[in-house]
């Protein structure tokens, strides 16, 4: 054992950072799963005083913060309970491959990296894969299509404003999408997009003090309004693509995620395609070469160990208890500790010293999930219904999905399963309480084989001729996310729910330095440009995190960059009136259609 390693007891160690190691390059085998975890032999390597860092959590914040940190010469040791990659990662079928070829590749959820992703792509950008990077692997989609009760619509994108960026240039191409894609009420329409209008016209006082706190429902006035306009105006956004109900999520968060789409959508900024999706698996073409290059930069991966409990003393985390693979318990001390945790995995292990410390942390309770998880269909024939990902409006399930063999490289059924299936369709389920169509119940309520049922039932009532376009003779066989267990019974749970930004939640928001000095937090909960629990706002924590510690070691290295979202030079002056605006208690100068006033 290393020399800093003392004995706690029978039945438990204390391990420093980096004294247990497991290469990452040296675990291809248990990579992905914690079962097969071990713990391998001890290390006598220590980094220079001030620069060990421990990370528990192996998700897109956990594996940003290390990346950077390794980066610039810090030793560095991840803690993982379950399988590296967290949310991001593929979850491939146990005993589907035959002769020779892989596991039908299952995902969490579809992967989509939207135009507007800056941090990740950056990351991306990084990591070795072949003569190139593992970013030469995003492939351009489409986000166009979306399936309605039969029919197909589809909404236009022109690529550019085609001349100078105006409120009044925003206003005509939302109105003319909205009125060529839908049926919805032309009055209902102006009115939707009047709001969006005073959205992307406000100013940083108005977007953080007046729609911070008020639900996107009440925002766009989804109560009194059509059918139709709740389903393919407000639950389509909501729902299908953040998976938040509109009642429960804020005005601030929804605004942003739709004005970066729609500048992305019109090519403004530094922004890529609207919508890009990888060209293989997720572990396959970005993860597993990313725990490779990470792994050849130093750091080191403990899978299988979960985080139980902090010691905290003398106003410093002083240790992490853990258990390992075997069961043993021991302590982790480091200079360092980085929290990676989901929200709901680290809120039990704070001690009532640490939230009086940092009382951010006691707010984290505030905070709260739902779900949005994975199904696969596989199928035996391809069925690339669109060119990228497919909103089905309207369905009470909330699904999207994209068909994948068409962005993958190679032959599918060549390479994945036992040679009948030569295309998936991975779906994502973003209402879980929502009674189905075919059952009557909820997805929580439903058995695995009903809830795909309901899930194909849902999708050809959407589509046109889906019926004939989705057969069940050419259903080979199907997954849904293992994070769902229990269903069907009251015990049902879901092991990775997602972050929802309910309305003020940015002030139980906590930063990723956090008033404990030797503490950092690294998870799409930490406050972030992008307001919402996705792989970017993940990644861009772990950086902020990062600096965070070169900040405390006092290193002179380059702090790792921060990209933030988009927002045209030419609105500065319109953001300027407004803030002087709200600061007089007025509405915003283009909220004429039933007006908001701060305030009320």
Same mark, same amino acid.
């Given at each position: 054992?290393?020399?800093?390693?003392?004995?706690?007891?029978?039945?438990?160690?204390?391990?420093?950072?980096?004294?247990?190691? %497991?290469?990452?390059?040296?675990?291809?085998? @248990?990579?992905?799963?914690?079962?097969?975890?071990?713990?391998?032999?001890?290390?006598?390597?220590?980094?220079?005083?001030?620069?060990?860092?421990?990370?528990?959590?192996?998700?897109?914040?956990?594996?940003?913060?290390?990346?950077?940190?390794? !980066?610039?010469?810090?030793?560095?040791? /991840?803690?993982?309970?379950?399988?590296?990659?967290?949310? +991001?990662?593929?979850?491939?079928?146990?005993?589907?491959?035959?002769?020779?070829?892989?596991?039908?590749?299952?995902?969490?959820?579809?992967?989509?990296? $939207?135009?507007?992703?800056?941090?990740?792509?950056?990351?991306?950008?990084?990591?070795?894969?072949?003569?190139?990077?593992?970013?030469?692997?995003? /492939?351009?989609?489409?986000?166009?299509?979306?399936?309605?009760?039969?029919?197909?619509?589809?909404?236009? /994108?022109?690529?550019?404003?085609?001349?100078?960026?105006?409120?009044?240039?925003?206003?005509?191409?939302?109105?003319?999408?909205?009125?060529?894609?839908?049926?919805?009420?032309?009055?209902?329409?102006?009115?939707? /997009?009047?709001?969006?209008?005073? =959205?992307? #016209? +406000?100013?940083?006082?108005?977007?953080?003090?007046?729609?911070?706190?008020?639900? =996107?429902?009440?925002?766009?006035?989804? &109560?009194?309004?059509?059918?139709?306009?709740?389903?393919?105006? *407000?639950?389509?956004?909501?729902?299908?693509?953040?998976?938040?109900?509109?009642?429960?999520?804020?005005?601030?968060?929804?605004?942003?995620? =739709? !004005?970066?789409?729609?500048?992305?959508?019109?090519?403004?900024?530094?922004?890529? $395609?609207?919508?890009? *999706?990888?060209?293989?698996?997720?572990?396959? *073409?970005?993860?597993?070469?990313?725990?490779?290059?990470?792994?050849?930069?130093?750091?080191?991966?403990?899978?299988?160990?979960?985080? #139980?409990?902090?010691?905290?003393?003398?106003?410093?985390?002083?240790?992490?208890?853990?258990?390992?693979?075997?069961?043993?318990?021991? #302590?982790?001390?480091?200079?360092?500790? *980085?929290?990676?945790?989901?929200?709901?995995?680290?809120?039990?292990?704070?001690?009532?010293?640490?939230?009086?410390?940092?009382?951010?942390?006691?707010?984290?309770?505030?905070?709260? %999930?739902?779900?949005?998880?994975?199904?696969?269909?596989?199928?035996? !024939? @391809?069925?690339?219904?669109?060119?990228?990902?497919?909103?089905?409006?309207?369905?009470?399930?909330?699904?999207?999905?994209?068909?994948?063999?068409?962005?993958?490289?190679? &032959?599918?059924?060549?390479?994945?399963?036992?040679?009948?299936?030569?295309?998936?369709?991975?779906?994502?389920?973003?209402?879980?309480?929502? @009674?189905?169509?075919?059952?009557?119940?909820?997805?929580?309520?439903?058995?695995?084989?009903?809830?795909?049922?309901?899930?194909?039932?849902?999708?050809?009532?959407?589509?046109?001729?889906?019926?004939?376009?989705?057969?069940?003779?050419?259903?080979?066989?199907?997954?849904?996310?293992?994070?769902? %267990?229990? !269903?069907?019974?009251?015990?049902?749970?879901? &092991?990775?729910?997602?972050?929802?930004?309910? @309305? +003020?939640?940015?002030?139980?928001?906590?930063?990723?330095?956090?008033?404990?000095?030797?503490?950092?937090?690294?998870?799409?909960?930490?406050?972030?440009?992008?307001?919402?629990?996705?792989?970017?706002?993940?990644?861009?924590?772990?950086?902020?995190?990062?600096?965070?510690?070169?900040?405390?070691?006092?290193?002179?290295?380059?702090?790792?960059?921060?990209?933030?979202?988009?927002? $045209?030079?030419?609105?500065?002056?319109?953001?300027?009136?407004?803030?002087?605006?709200?600061?007089?208690?007025?509405?915003?100068?283009?909220?004429?259609?039933?007006?908001?006033?701060?305030?009320?």
């Amino acid at each position: 054992m290393d020399q800093r390693e003392s004995r706690n007891g029978i039945g438990r160690r204390r391990f420093v950072t980096g004294a247990i190691s %497991t290469v990452a390059g040296a675990a291809a085998g @248990p990579l992905w799963g914690a079962q097969e975890a071990r713990a391998a032999a001890p290390s006598l390597v220590s980094a220079a005083p001030g620069r060990n860092v421990a990370i528990f959590g192996a998700g897109m914040g956990g594996l940003s913060a290390a990346h950077e940190l390794a !980066e610039r010469g810090f030793q560095v040791t /991840v803690y993982e309970r379950k399988a590296l990659g967290g949310k +991001s990662r593929s979850i491939p079928v146990p005993g589907t491959g035959a002769g020779g070829r892989q596991d039908l590749p299952g995902e969490h959820g579809f992967r989509f990296f $939207p135009g507007f992703y800056q941090n990740l792509p950056d990351t991306m950008s990084r990591i070795p894969y072949g003569s190139g990077t593992v970013r030469g692997n995003l /492939v351009p989609a489409s986000l166009e299509v979306i399936a309605y009760k039969g029919k197909e619509l589809r909404v236009p /994108v022109p690529g550019s404003v085609g001349g100078v960026l105006t409120h009044e240039a925003i206003r005509a191409y939302l109105r003319s999408a909205l009125t060529a894609v839908t049926t919805v009420p032309l009055t209902q329409i102006e009115f939707f /997009v009047s709001k969006l209008v005073a =959205f992307v #016209t +406000s100013g940083p006082r108005r977007r953080l003090g007046q729609w911070e706190n008020m639900s =996107f429902a009440d925002f766009i006035k989804a &109560d009194v309004m059509s059918q139709e306009y709740r389903e393919l105006l *407000v639950h389509l956004f909501t729902a299908s693509l953040v998976a938040a109900q509109p009642d429960k999520a804020n005005t601030r968060t929804m605004g942003l995620m =739709f !004005e970066a789409l729609v500048y992305s959508a019109l090519g403004l900024g530094p922004y890529g $395609p609207p919508d890009q *999706v990888l060209n293989g698996p997720s572990n396959d *073409v970005w993860l597993t070469p990313w725990i490779g290059h990470l792994g050849s930069l130093g750091v080191q991966f403990k899978l299988g160990w979960t985080a #139980t409990g902090f010691d905290y003393s003398g106003g410093r985390i002083t240790g992490v208890r853990v258990s390992d693979p075997s069961g043993a318990t021991g #302590t982790v001390t480091a200079d360092h500790y *980085v929290a990676a945790l989901p929200v709901e995995r680290l809120q039990p292990l704070l001690t009532s010293a640490m939230k009086a410390a940092d009382p951010a942390l006691a707010r984290l309770s505030l905070l709260e %999930t739902d779900w949005m998880n994975g199904v696969m269909i596989y199928l035996k !024939e @391809p069925r690339p219904i669109a060119h990228g990902h497919l909103i089905y409006a309207g369905t009470p399930w909330a699904l999207t999905s994209i068909s994948q063999a068409q962005f993958w490289s190679g &032959d599918f059924a060549a390479r994945y399963g036992d040679g009948t299936v030569t295309d998936c369709l991975s779906l994502d389920l973003s209402d879980w309480n929502t @009674p189905g169509v075919l059952f009557g119940k909820t997805a929580k309520q439903c058995t695995r084989p009903q809830i795909v049922q309901e899930v194909l039932a849902q999708v050809r009532a959407a589509l046109p001729g889906g019926a004939a376009l989705l057969p069940d003779s050419i259903v080979r066989s199907w997954f849904v996310d293992t994070a769902i %267990t229990g !269903e069907g019974t009251p015990a049902v749970a879901n &092991d990775e729910p997602l972050l929802i930004n309910t @309305p +003020s939640s940015w002030t139980n928001r906590p930063g990723a330095t956090t008033r404990i000095p030797n503490l950092f937090l690294a998870a799409d909960y930490v406050r972030n440009s992008i307001n919402l629990a996705t792989m970017e706002g993940g990644n861009e924590a772990g950086r902020m995190a990062a600096n965070g510690i070169l900040d405390a070691a006092g290193s002179s290295a380059s702090r790792a960059r921060l990209f933030e979202l988009y927002l $045209p030079r030419e609105f500065q002056p319109l953001y300027n009136t407004d803030d002087a605006r709200y600061l007089l208690g007025l509405p915003n100068q283009f909220d004429l259609l039933s007006p908001y006033w701060p305030g009320h």
